[in-house]
């Protein structure tokens, strides 16, 4: 399972842009708008809330930051960093 610790940046995840109409994107670009436009929020309990991008999904999501998960699809069926878990590192102080 690939952890916060170990992931580079690197790695291209596809997402569809309904404005565009068109596949493309990186986990990092992700993270940082998510934080950029204030989507995630600190529950106060080690877990964050991730709210939706407007225009482009419906979905809340719930980051576990002890247990390094999240509610997506990406993170619980590959088991791997998500950018949602990104983002919450990145609002935390620290970097992609």
Same mark, same amino acid.
């Given at each position: 399972m690939a =952890? %916060? +610790?170990n992931f580079m940046g690197k790695e291209e995840v596809i997402h569809y842009d309904s404005k565009i109409q068109e %596949? &493309? *994107?990186n986990q990092g670009s992700k993270a940082r708008k998510l934080v950029r436009d204030k989507l995630v929020q600190d529950n106060g309990d080690g877990t964050y809330r991730i %709210?939706?991008? @407007?225009?482009?999904?419906?979905? $809340?999501y719930? !980051?576990?930051? +002890?247990?390094q998960s999240c =509610?997506? @699809?990406?993170?619980t069926t590959k088991g791997l !960093?998500?950018? &949602?878990?990104?983002? !919450?590192?990145?609002?935390? *102080? *620290? =970097? $992609?």
């Open positions: =952890t %916060l +610790m %596949l &493309h *994107g %709210l939706p991008i @407007q225009g482009y999904n419906v979905s $809340e719930r !980051v576990d930051w +002890m247990a =509610t997506c @699809q990406y993170n !960093v998500c950018s &949602h878990l990104i983002a !919450v590192r990145i609002f935390r *102080g *620290g =970097t $992609e």
